[in-house]
């Protein structure tokens, strides 16, 4: 009986709500719509007031606000709506549903106006230049509702290395905060960063911060001695470190420039952002080609040089011979044993292996290549006076 007096005033049934309204979080920018249900509304009249202003939004079906963002529309005078197009920070804030009732009766709902994320310019740092050994600070200020949290991490996927006061290293994949500060930088820590800023309002957001670590320029040579058979091509390397990059070209001793041509074919190849493989490729080496190469780099900092020597070796144009299974020979042999049928028409071969007292010269093979006529004949001569000097003594005596 309690229960049926308060839903009737004067015979008339009085309007109830049907259910609380939900309350919105809604990004910016986006539309907010709030639900007012009521039952038995009768004649009475729904009106939506903003509480925090006390501003009068819509009665019935008639938009009282100047907001031309604010509509108002039912559905069988049970089920009201507030719509706000276009939500912006100052819609943030409680409505009421209200009935024209004595007395009135109302209900409120929340409007809860988030922001994504977004980088504060002014408070955001720049690609950073810094020397090697020094420290590289950059920060990421980030605004939006709620507050994001900011994390580092870096492009490449390598770890970020931070040093405590006392210069202890830890290597971390993210870095949570809005400063991050690397001491005693290192060549290795050059990179692009990423600033992250999230507060579980889409989009996330990020921002590129490359860190160049300057340095004097660095040259490593994995052969400083090189060889080569004339009439072959090689190919002369040197390993260069810079930041800035460094120019890089090559001189022969004692200081001529290098120009690139079909006998001099040069390439340098980045293999990251402060390392460079140069290399040159001597085709058809020629004699005068023989001697020291120099493999220069420079930038800002300084310069560098390192020198790598090219030389000889025996080339496959030699008469090479096996040794025999057993020979004895007498001394009046050694010069006249000629084992070359062609040995007649050799001159002058030069070679840097030593000769055996039979001026024989030994290949790395252990094969035998013997030397040219001229020396052998000298030999020869040589031998066959001092035998007929030493018969004339006898026959003396």
């Not at 009249?45 to 031309?68: C, L, M, P």
């Not at 400083?224 to 990059?245: F, I, M, N």
Request: hydrophobic fraction near 35%; include cysteine; charge should be negative.
């Amino acid at each position: 009986m309690a229960s049926l007096k308060r839903r009737k005033m004067g015979g008339v049934e009085v309007p109830e709500f049907g259910e609380p309204i939900t309350n919105l979080t809604v990004p910016i920018g986006r539309d907010a719509t709030f639900k007012c249900i009521v039952v038995n509304l009768g004649n009475y009249r729904v009106g939506w007031v903003k509480a925090d202003t006390k501003a009068i939004q819509a009665i019935h079906e008639h938009v009282i606000t100047h907001n031309h963002r604010v509509s108002v529309s039912h559905s069988d005078h049970s089920t009201w709506y507030l719509h706000i197009k276009n939500v912006q920070e100052e819609d943030r804030g409680q409505y009421m549903c209200q009935i024209n009732t004595d007395p009135m009766k109302s209900q409120m709902g929340y409007l809860d106006v988030v922001i994504p994320p977004d980088f504060i310019p002014e408070e955001t740092s720049g690609d950073t230049m810094v020397p090697e050994g020094g420290i590289a600070r950059v920060s990421c200020k980030a605004r939006g509702i709620p507050p994001p949290r900011v994390m580092w991490k870096r492009e490449d996927g390598q770890d970020i290395v931070v040093r405590d006061s006392i210069g202890a290293k830890t290597k971390v994949h993210t870095y949570q905060g809005e400063v991050l500060n690397l001491t005693k930088i290192s060549r290795s820590e050059m990179g692009t960063y990423l600033c992250i800023a999230g507060n579980g309002v889409p989009p996330t957001v990020s921002k590129r911060i490359h860190i160049s670590v300057h340095f004097h320029p660095v040259i490593q040579v994995p052969n400083q001695l090189v060889g080569a058979p004339l009439g072959t091509d090689v190919t002369l390397e040197c390993y260069v470190e810079s930041s800035p990059k460094s120019i890089n070209y090559w001189v022969k001793d004692p200081g001529e420039l290098i120009i690139p041509s079909d006998h001099h074919e040069m390439t340098v190849r980045q293999k990251s952002m402060f390392e460079a493989e140069m290399s040159m490729t001597i085709k058809n080496i020629r004699r005068e080609d023989l001697g020291s190469y120099i493999c220069v780099a420079k930038n800002s900092l300084g310069d560098v040089e390192s020198k790598i020597r090219l030389y000889e070796i025996p080339g496959n144009n030699r008469h090479i011979f096996n040794y025999p299974d057993e020979r004895t020979t007498s001394d009046d042999e050694y010069g006249t044993e000629i084992y070359d049928e062609d040995f007649e028409n050799k001159v002058d071969e030069k070679s840097n292996r030593v000769p055996d007292r039979a001026n024989k010269w030994y290949a790395n093979e252990g094969k035998i290549i013997l030397t040219t006529l001229n020396n052998a004949a000298i030999c020869s001569t040589t031998l066959t006076i001092t035998t007929i000097f030493l018969r004339l003594i006898k026959f003396l005596l």
